[in-house]
């Protein structure tokens, strides 16, 4: 193989994307022709732009890695792509190299974002159908009111590390077969702060936050549900030193009902009738998320049968309106007769012709035995 791709950037080969890249950078703003215009240089920089090409390009890498050369004119994934057509390789990266990215030089912040936070909170379905405002307690990191967040006793203040003069990395010249290569690190002194504090706060022993409990009133939409997380911007962890709080999420867990069922925004209840109820018809009260309603059971009702009352569910949480209330309806057979009673079921069993016993009927007539067989077979 004609050139190590590795060996021009200076990286080992199981180096990440990201170590490649910073490898490239380095030695792209340190050969640059704008910068170093020596025609050596300059044969050294299309070196180091074809060997980036190659190595930021998983699917080049991956030909090279396995013994091709991507740029030459058959080594696969398309002639054009080579170093000759497309100039001097990823231009953004070049750009980077010397414009882009000064964020990550200099002393990291001492202040970081607080992490989010989670609480589980739980209301019953009246709640979750109407919406509810609640009262929480929370314990998260707030700001340190002793030191305001700084980290330093009360009276003195971070000062500049001596080790790295403030710039919160140190530097290393090491000579390998590329010449003089710079490499930093972070202080170890100050851990890339930049700053120490000689006397931390006592009351949060330098971190700029203290664990407090607060109460905090929480508006619940109507329509949530199991698992709803309901998003407070800012009331999370407030971070390492007195940094922006995240997030708290309340997330809700809805207490189960006695008498009714939730399925979507939906719900569901049963009621029991009597068979003399189901045959004549009644009116049966009962107690709806709104109040006292009766339910109208009309004459001949079926056990199985439902009664939807429109627009009696639960709120749906986006889009307005609400889900359905299902009554479903189960037909009650008198367990215990008395002599009058059974006289007079008797008597009207014989008026109606249902003196037979149901499981006399021919298969093919309607009652309950040809429906169980149409059941089984699936029909
Ligand atoms: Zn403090
Ligand atoms: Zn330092």
Do not use: W
């Amino acid at each position: 193989m004609a050139t190590d791709y590795y060996a021009v950037l200076g990286v080992r080969r199981d180096a990440s994307q990201d170590e490649i890249k910073k490898a490239f950078r380095r030695l792209a703003r340190e050969l640059h022709p704008d910068v170093n215009p020596d025609p050596k240089t300059q044969e050294r920089f299309k070196e180091i732009n074809a060997a980036y090409e190659v190595l930021s390009d998983p699917q080049k890498k991956q030909v090279y890695d396995l013994g091709g050369d991507p740029l030459s004119a058959n080594g696969g994934g398309g002639g054009a792509g080579g170093f000759g057509a497309g100039g001097f390789g990823n231009f953004s990266d070049i750009m980077d190299a010397f414009f882009g990215n000064a964020a990550q030089r200099g002393p990291r912040s001492r202040t970081r974002r607080g992490q989010d936070a989670m609480i589980r909170l739980e209301i019953d379905l009246n709640e979750a159908a109407f919406g509810t405002t609640k009262d929480i307690q929370v314990d998260t990191a707030v700001v340190c009111n002793t030191c305001s967040g700084e980290g330093a006793a009360p009276g003195t203040s971070a000062q500049t590390c001596d080790m790295c003069r403030g710039r919160g990395e140190v530097s290393q010249v090491t000579r390998s077969f590329l010449g003089q290569v710079m490499t930093s690190r972070p202080c170890p002194q100050c851990q890339g702060f930049g700053t120490v504090v000689p006397t931390p706060c006592p009351e949060c022993a330098g971190d700029g936050r203290i664990r407090s409990r607060r109460t905090l009133t929480v508006k619940i939409p109507a329509g949530v549900d199991n698992g709803t997380r309901i998003q407070l911007a800012g009331e999370g962890e407030v971070g390492p030193g007195g940094g922006p709080p995240g997030d708290l999420y309340v997330e809700i867990h809805e207490l189960p009902h006695s008498v009714f069922q939730r399925r979507g925004d939906d719900l569901h209840c049963t009621v029991t009738i009597p068979m003399t109820a189901a045959a004549l018809g009644t009116k049966c009260p009962l107690e709806t998320l709104d109040g006292l309603e009766e339910i109208d059971i009309r004459p001949g009702t079926q056990s199985g049968q439902s009664v939807p009352l429109h627009g009696r569910g639960i709120t749906h949480l986006r889009g307005g309106g609400r889900g359905d209330l299902i009554v479903h309806v189960e037909v009650m057979t008198p367990a215990k007769l008395d002599a009058e009673q059974e006289r007079l079921l008797r008597e009207l069993a014989k008026l109606r012709g249902e003196e037979r016993p149901l499981g006399q009927f021919q298969p093919g007539q309607q009652g309950l035995f040809s429906r169980l067989k149409d059941a089984f077979n699936g029909r």
